[in-house]
C-alpha cells in the first residue's frame, strides 16, 4: 500500500470535560477525495482544524507524507502545502479578486522598488490569479480587480477554491463548500473540485450534503462519537446505510477499512 | 449510488447555462458613476471640496482666490490634517481614537519639558517626543488588539490618563515662544516660512502633504496596507488567510501614535510655544474624526482613502475661511459642518450598496 499524503494516529483533542477527538485515526491517500462526513458534534471540525493547524491536538501525532509535522498555525500548514477553504470563505469583501488570492503571501516588486520601498507587484498578481481562475475553466474574467463583495455566492467561493488549489500544493481542504450555494451553483463547485484532484492533488471534503459526497468521493470517512467509525467504498454502499453508520443506527460489519 | 438517488443528474445535463461570469453587460451612466465612487471613494469629498472653493471663490471674487488665502487655509488646517491621516489609520481597522489630540499635546509637551527642565538638545528633544508618542500608540495597540477591549474605551481612558499626565507632567506652564526662539529653535523647525510666488507655506504644510502622501502610497501598494484593510474589512477573515492580525493593529497604533507625536512638533511651529493646554488636547480627536468622516472613510473599516480624510480636513479649513471671510457667525461653520458630517455618511451607506 502507498504511504498516505496526511495521516493521523490517535488524536486526541478535549475542550475542559468534553472529548471531541478520541484516539482518532485518519488517512488521505495520494490523488484521491476522500469525504468526511458524521452527525453535529461528532467531532469532524475538530478534525480538520487540528489538519489545518489550527488548532493543536493534545496527543497523537500528524505525519505528512509519512514524516511526522507539528502545526501550531494555520501558517505552518500553508507553508507545507495544505491548503484550507473554510465555510465562511475567509475573504475580505471590499478588496479584489487579486488581493484576496494572495492575502498573506503577496508578491514585491523585483529590485530595489520592492525591497526598499515594498512595492507589490500587481501586475504580476493579477496575472497569476486570471490564469489560475481560467486554469479551472472558473469564469471568462472581465475585471481581476473587481471586489469580492460583488461576486455571487458561486463566484465567491470559486475564488476561495482557486486559492487554495493554486497554493495547495499536497493537500486541499474543503469544509461545507456547497451549504450555501444553490443547486446548479453547488453543480460548478463539484466540478472545480474534480478539476482539483484531476491535477493530482489529493481533497478532504466535509458535508453534510451526501448526493454530493457519493457522487465525487472516492473513499467516505465516517466519523462518529470522536473517532473514525469506518471508511467505506460509496460504490458499494447506499446513502441509506452512510446515514445508518453515521447515526449510529446500524453498525458496519466486516473489515472497516477497505483496501 | 441507488438510481433514486440521483435526483441532481436533471440539473447535470444542462450544462450550457452560464453562471460564474464577470461580464455584465452594459451599465448606465448612473451606475458607472455609482460604481466610480465606489473604487474611488476620495471622489466625494473632493468634488465636495471643488464646489465649495468655486462657492467661495463666486461670493468672495479674488479675495478668496489669492495665493494667500489658499495657502492660509493649509496652514490652518496643518494640524488637524496631520491629525487626520493618523485617525484614517484607525478608522480603516474599524477602530476609533479619542486620544490622538491628547496624545499630540503631550508630545509637544514632552518635547519643550525635556529640552527646557533637562537642557537637552532639541535636535535629540524631538524624537525622544515621537518616541514616547510611539509608546502610548503601543498600549493603545496592545489593549484593542492583545486584551480585545474596544477602540472606544481604551482610547477614551487614554485621552483622559494623557491628558492628565500632561498637566501634571507640565505644573500648567506654557514655555514661551521667545525662549524657545533664543535656546531651542529646532522646537520651531515646522514653523519656518518659505513663500513661492505669493503663496506662504510652512515646513509643517510640507510635513503634513509628506505624510498624506506617504500613507497613501503604503496603503495602495504595499502588503501591510493591504493587511490594514483586510482586518478592518473582516478581522477573522484576514486572520484565516494568513494575516497577523494582532501584528497589524499594533503596528497601527503605533505609527499612529508617532503620527500624533509629528502633530505635536507641528504644533510647536505654529504656535511657536508649548503649552499643555492648547486646545488641541481637548477637540483635537473630534476634528479628527470630523476630517476623516467628511473624507468618505466608512466607520465600520476596511473602506475609504487617507488621502479622502485629507480632503475631509481642507473641506474643514475652506469652510472657516470663507465664512469667515464673508463675515457670517462663526456658528453657522459648525451648523454646516454638522450637515456636512451626517451627509457623507448618507453617501456612505449608499457607495456600500452593490451594484447589482
Wanted: charged fraction near 15%; proline fraction near 4%.
Amino acid at each position: 500500500m502507498t504511504t498516505p499524503v496526511l495521516e493521523a494516529r490517535g488524536l486526541v483533542k478535549r475542550y475542559g470535560k468534553v472529548t471531541a477527538l478520541d484516539h482518532c485515526d485518519f488517512d488521505l491517500r495520494p490523488g484521491e477525495i476522500l469525504a468526511v462526513i458524521g452527525d453535529n458534534g461528532a467531532g469532524k471540525s475538530t478534525l480538520i482544524k487540528a489538519l489545518s493547524g489550527a488548532v493543536i491536538p493534545d496527543g497523537g501525532e500528524i505525519l505528512l507524507d509519512g514524516k511526522p509535522v507539528a502545526f501550531t498555525s494555520p501558517n505552518d500548514a500553508r507553508a507545507q502545502g495544505i491548503e484550507t477553504v473554510y465555510q465562511t470563505l475567509a475573504m475580505s469583501p471590499a478588496l479584489s479578486i487579486a488581493d484576496n488570492m494572495f492575502m498573506g503571501r503577496e508578491l514585491r516588486m523585483p529590485g530595489v522598488m520592492g525591497k526598499v520601498f515594498r512595492k507589490l507587484d500587481r501586475k504580476r498578481m493579477e496575472e497569476f490569479s486570471r490564469e489560475k481562475l481560467a486554469e479551472l475553466g472558473l469564469m471568462t474574467i472581465q475585471n481581476i480587480n473587481q471586489t469580492v463583495e460583488t461576486l455571487s455566492g458561486g463566484q465567491r467561493q470559486g475564488v476561495a477554491v482557486a486559492r487554495a488549489a493554486a497554493f495547495g500544493s499536497r493537500v486541499v481542504i474543503l469544509d461545507e463548500p456547497t451549504a450555501a450555494l444553490g443547486v446548479k451553483e453547488s453543480r460548478r463547485v463539484l466540478e472545480l473540485i474534480q478539476s482539483v484532484r484531476s491535477r493530482g492533488i489529493p481533497i478532504i471534503l466535509i458535508s453534510h450534503n451526501m448526493p454530493h459526497v457519493f457522487e465525487v468521493a472516492d473513499r467516505i470517512h465516517i466519523h462518529r462519537l470522536g473517532k473514525r467509525l469506518c471508511v467505506i467504498d460509496p460504490k458499494a454502499h447506499s446513502m441509506s446505510d452512510a446515514v445508518a453508520y453515521m447515526t449510529g443506527a446500524a453498525v458496519p460489519e466486516g473489515h472497516l477499512e477497505p483496501a | 449510488m441507488a438510481s433514486s438517488d440521483r435526483y441532481e443528474d436533471v440539473v447535470r445535463t444542462r450544462n450550457a447555462e452560464k453562471f460564474a461570469e464577470f461580464d455584465r453587460g452594459k451599465k448606465s451612466v448612473w451606475s458607472r458613476f455609482h460604481d466610480a465612487l465606489h473604487s474611488t471613494p476620495a471622489l466625494v469629498p473632493l468634488i465636495v471640496l471643488l464646489a465649495a472653493c468655486i462657492i467661495f471663490g463666486l461670493v468672495l471674487g479674488s479675495k478668496f482666490f489669492s495665493p494667500f488665502a489658499l495657502t492660509l487655509i493649509l496652514q490652518q488646517v496643518q494640524i488637524v490634517g496631520v491629525l487626520a491621516a493618523a485617525q484614517a489609520l484607525i478608522i480603516l481597522t474599524a477602530g476609533i481614537d479619542l486620544s490622538v489630540g491628547a496624545i499630540a499635546v503631550l508630545c509637544s509637551v514632552i518635547m519643550g519639558q525635556v529640552s527646557f527642565r533637562y537642557g537637552v538638545p532639541a535636535g535629540l528633544a524631538v524624537p525622544i517626543g515621537l518616541a514616547c508618542g510611539t509608546a502610548i500608540g503601543a498600549a493603545n495597540g496592545w489593549l484593542v488588539s492583545r486584551l480585545r477591549l474596544p477602540p472606544f474605551i481604551v482610547t477614551l481612558g487614554m485621552w483622559q490618563i494623557v491628558l492628565a499626565v500632561n498637566y501634571l507632567y507640565s505644573a500648567n506652564e506654557t514655555i514661551r515662544a521667545q525662549d524657545i526662539e533664543t535656546s531651542a529653535p529646532f522646537l520651531q523647525f515646522l514653523g519656518t516660512k518659505f513663500t513661492l510666488g505669493g503663496a506662504v507655506f510652512t515646513l509643517g504644510v510640507v510635513l503634513m502633504l509628506l505624510v498624506v502622501l506617504v500613507l497613501a502610497y503604503v496603503l495602495r501598494s504595499t502588503a501591510w496596507g493591504r493587511h490594514v484593510y483586510a482586518v478592518g474589512d473582516d478581522p477573522e477573515a484576514a486572520q484565516l488567510a494568513g494575516v497577523d492580525r494582532h501584528k497589524t493593529l499594533m503596528s497601527v497604533y503605533m505609527v499612529v501614535g508617532f503620527i500624533c507625536g509629528l502633530a505635536g512638533w507641528v504644533m510647536i511651529g505654529r504656535f511657536g510655544s508649548v503649552s499643555p493646554s492648547a486646545t488641541t488636547g481637548v477637540i483635537g480627536n473630534i476634528q479628527a474624526i470630523t476630517a476623516v468622516v467628511i473624507g468618505g472613510i466608512s466607520l465600520f473599516g476596511g473602506r475609504g482613502s487617507i488621502v479622502g480624510a485629507f480632503f475631509g480636513a481642507l473641506i474643514v479649513g475652506v469652510f472657516e475661511l470663507g465664512l469667515r471671510m464673508a463675515g457670517a457667525d462663526p456658528q453657522w461653520t459648525y451648523l454646516l459642518i454638522g450637515v456636512l458630517i451626517i451627509a457623507a455618511v448618507t453617501v456612505d451607506q449608499w457607495i456600500r450598496k452593490v451594484t447589482a
